[in-house]
């Protein structure tokens, strides 16, 4: 059962409201079902519909997940409007690497990342990776992320 949401202002509940709304039709925009959107963002599907209703009780980790997994950003100082994503420069570009282009579905084509979001990539969805497809230079950017960030590598 959800928690109970706590009391807020009418103009923080009207922007939430907003958020959530915005968050819903990216997802329709992008043709990305609840379910698909919620496995990516690491919530239930549940989770991720009380999300795009704006409901305040949801943690505001699993909104920047929600966010993050349907390539959207926020800047919470100046906006509460999410916006594109703005590729990361010099980065590990997305499309040269085919197992992550199909974990990065929701970025944009010439979307790179840093280290770190690449392994983090990798790591969340690695049940959706097929390894035996992975090219030796996907195979071999996974050593070197693993070696670069002290982490155990993949099972290759």
């Not at 609840?34 to 919530?43: D, F, H, I, S």
């Not at 989770?47 to 699993?62: D, F, Y």
């Not at 282009?101 to 097929?130: F, I």
Request: no cysteine; aromatic share 4%; hydrophobic share 40%.
């Amino acid at each position: 059962m959800p928690a109970a949401a706590p009391p807020i202002a009418p103009a923080a509940d009207h922007r939430l409201t907003a958020f959530g709304r915005r968050i819903h039709e990216r997802r329709k925009a992008l043709k990305v079902s609840a379910t698909t959107a919620a496995e990516a963002a690491g919530v239930s599907r549940m989770t991720l519909h009380r999300i795009e209703r704006g409901e305040p009780s949801v943690t505001m980790g699993a909104y920047m997940n929600a966010i993050a997994a349907l390539g959207l950003d926020v800047d919470v100082i100046a906006s509460t409007q999410a916006t594109a994503p703005v590729p990361v420069s010099g980065g590990i570009r997305v499309t040269d690497y085919p197992q992550l282009r199909r974990l990065g579905w929701q970025l944009a084509p010439d979307t790179e990342l840093t280290p770190e979001e690449a392994w983090g990539t990798y790591e969340r969805n690695w049940r959706h990776v097929d390894a035996s497809a992975l090219d030796t230079r996907e195979r071999a950017l996974l050593e070197k992320l693993a070696r670069a960030l002290g982490k155990r590598p993949l099972h290759v």
